[in-house]
């Protein structure tokens, strides 16, 4: 449980800003219980099938970046997941901070590539870093393009034979015939148009803000991409004149000294404190341990 003192704190805050600049990660979905990305839980069983024992991977990131499975196999894991994403239900954490962000002006920029917080907040306050499974692009990539894959995930998730999806049925580019891609972080993550349009919707909410009392608020930001949202959220509170910087986070709860009188480090569940500003019951909240989730091999 986080102390009244901060919990008050927090929502003091967040009724005086002008705006609001979420900045979501990894934690958001784990204390919503998606962690199947990094951990072997029945989720990730179920994704990998036999391709876990086979050989002997326990995550569905160390099964999307291992160079051992075939290309019908890799199909079969991105298919799975990708299913799983569209099919899943909406995390507690997206919906209770949809609760505390009614009516605010806010901004979400977010690293998760898992589109939850799209289920609970409008696009247009959406910038994502890192892609988002629900689309494709061409792997080389020939083109600035990306697609939308909700039809052809599912029928092709339906022609998985074993753990493989054959070989004539990998999706390919319509420019190049080169195969698809998840539009997601890798070493040929498409940065176009439809990247930069984003880019540009998140620096304008920024600049049009920098005067004013603005929030930022990191929930869940892990130490291995800290540079997309944790430590520009923490130059521009140092910048800023009238910024604060509040981090919910159970791994890395933690300010610099320089800003240290205009932040809030809580080093809780992020569902429990969410819970909590809204003065719900945390009866129910199974509290995350974050501690047994590094896994070194993950890119973000
Ligand atoms: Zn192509």
């Known amino acids: 449980m986080v ?3 901060k919990i008050q704190l927090l929502r003091e805050k967040i009724s005086e800003a002008d705006a609001i600049v979420v900045g979501g990660a990894s934690g958001m979905s784990a204390a919503s219980g998606f962690v199947f990305y990094y951990k072997d839980d029945e989720v990730y069983r179920r994704l ?13 990131f160390d099964a999307f970046y291992d160079r051992r499975l075939t290309a019908g196999e890799r199909w079969a894991v991105i298919l799975r997941t990708t299913r799983y994403i569209y099919e899943c239900g909406t995390g507690g954490t997206y919906r209770d901070l949809a609760e505390l962000l009614e009516d ?3 901004y979400v920029v977010t690293t998760n590539q898992d589109a939850q917080f799209f289920r609970v907040f409008p696009t247009r ?3 994502r870093i890192q892609g988002d499974w629900r689309y494709w692009q061409c792997s080389l990539p020939c083109h600035d393009g990306i697609y939308d894959n909700h039809d052809e995930v599912m029928w092709l998730c339906d022609a998985i034979c074993g753990d493989a999806l054959p070989e004539k049925l ?3 580019c319509p420019h190049c015939g080169a195969p698809m891609e998840p539009w997601v972080r890798s070493h040929v993550f498409l940065q176009g148009k439809f990247y930069h349009r984003e880019m540009k919707r998140y620096r304008d909410f920024l600049e049009k803000h920098r005067q004013g009392k603005v929030l930022f608020l990191e929930l869940g930001v892990g130490m291995m991409t800290p540079m997309f949202i944790k430590e520009p959220f923490m130059n521009m509170v ?6 604060f ?7 890395h709860a933690f300010v610099p000294e320089e800003i240290a009188g205009r932040s809030l480090a809580i080093g809780d569940d992020i569902a429990v404190t969410l819970r909590q500003l809204l003065g719900k019951s945390t009866a129910e909240v199974k509290p995350f341990d974050g501690r047994d989730l590094f896994n070194p091999s993950r890119v973000y």
């Not at 990998?48 to 569905?60: D, E, N, P, T, V």
């Open 3 to 5: 102390s009244a003192e």
């Open 48 to 60: 990998a099938g036999g391709l876990a024992r086979k050989y002997g991977i326990h995550s569905m």
């Open 104 to 106: 605010r002006n806010y």
């Open 125 to 127: 306050n959406i910038t």
């Open 170 to 172: 990998i999706p390919r």
């Open 238 to 243: 140092y910048q800023w004149p009238h910024a």
């Open 245 to 251: 910087y509040a981090t919910v986070n159970p791994q």
